[in-house]
């Protein structure tokens, strides 16, 4: 019995874990069929979920609450993967300006998607809320890093072969006058650099970068001080596997919050017909464990299955 009423608390949830485990639940309900007692006996035992109140014990309204969340984690993934991914992308970003998510969603959008994918993210943003992403980006989000924003989300950008080695070079040196002289408080804003982030094409800010570093002797990350809005658009756009894996293990962390949770089926769901081959191998090297025993250690029932299949495991 101690081992059934074990397995039935890491079901619920798995003590800090992702999603519910449905087998083993329903499994429960036969086992314990017609045993008041044995219930009973497991909701004083579980004393995250339920308190004594006289003589009844009763669920506590937060652990409900947290629940829900777990047994929601299935439905959403499924919903989330038969969406299309443009309007996917247009309820993500959406959910920035409406629901508290971090801006770095709309970064990693704007970023990691191609041309034609952001265009129609905006299309579908514009047909389910009557208002086009700019505009809510613009109205929404006062912090001083708006303008970047709506220029990344704003951006068409070419993405055929052909780079500027010389206009490369040239920005280079741009971006590291402005770090040089305005410092991470005013560079968020500093026209110039928001013109190359948002303008040119993916191959040539990959090449602006690594003259960058030949400057410099580090990588322009390391000078964008703790401006995190200018540091995730460059990893968005220069090593966007290095920053899906560090966006999933930050869902793994302890005491990690609720969009950062969130982040862990959005990212498997969004790339996993993409690029998931590589955003495993670099989630390996960068942390040295295999992403797939990572969802195994930390995620419950078909929440976990599914996580599972999607990364191709």
């Known amino acids: 019995m101690a081992d059934e009423t074990l397995s039935l608390k890491k079901a619920f949830s798995g003590h800090g874990g992702f999603g519910v485990d449905e087998t083993t639940m329903a499994a429960m309900v036969a086992k314990w069929r017609k045993q008041p007692d044995q219930k009973s006996r497991f909701r004083n035992d579980f004393s995250g979920f339920f308190t004594n109140i006289?003589?009844?014990?009763?669920c506590e309204d937060d652990y409900l609450l947290r629940l829900k969340t777990e047994f929601s984690r299935f439905k959403n993934i499924m919903v989330l993967w038969l969406m299309h991914p443009w309007e996917r992308d247009a309820r993500w970003m959406h959910h920035v300006m409406h629901k508290s998510y971090p801006f770095t969603v709309i970064v990693e959008i704007a970023c990691t998607r191609t041309s034609e994918e952001l265009l129609g993210a905006k299309r579908?943003?514009?047909a389910l809320f009557n208002h086009s992403v700019e505009e809510d980006v613009a109205y929404h989000i006062k912090e001083s890093y708006s303008k970047l924003l709506v220029g990344l989300v704003s951006s068409f950008r070419y993405e055929g072969p052909q780079v500027d080695n010389e206009m490369a070079k040239w920005e280079a040196k741009a971006l590291?006058?402005?770090i040089k002289s305005g410092g991470s408080g005013k560079l968020i804003q500093n026209e110039e650099v928001i013109r190359i982030l948002t303008t040119r094409s993916k191959r040539h800010l990959k090449a602006t970068f690594k003259h960058y570093k030949e400057l410099h002797g580090k990588p322009i990350e390391?000078?964008?001080?703790?401006?995190l809005c200018?540091?995730?658009t460059v990893?968005?756009?220069d090593k966007p596997a290095k920053?899906?894996?560090?966006?999933?293990n930050t869902a793994f962390k302890e005491g990690a919050d609720k969009p950062s949770k969130l982040?862990?089926?959005r990212v498997i769901i969004s790339r996993a017909d993409v690029d998931m081959e590589e955003i495993k191998e670099t989630y390996h090297k960068q942390f040295g464990v295999k992403l797939e025993d990572m969802i195994t250690k930390n995620t419950h029932g078909h929440y976990k299955d599914t996580l599972l299949t999607l990364i191709g495991k």
């Open 243 to 248: 920053y899906f894996s560090e966006a999933i």
């Open 263 to 265: 982040s862990l089926t």
């Open 124 to 126: 579908a943003y514009q």
């Open 54 to 58: 006289g003589s009844i014990e009763k």
């Open 176 to 178: 590291g006058n402005a």
């Open 235 to 237: 990893k968005c756009i």
């Open 230 to 232: 200018l540091q995730e």
């Open 222 to 227: 390391e000078d964008l001080g703790a401006n």
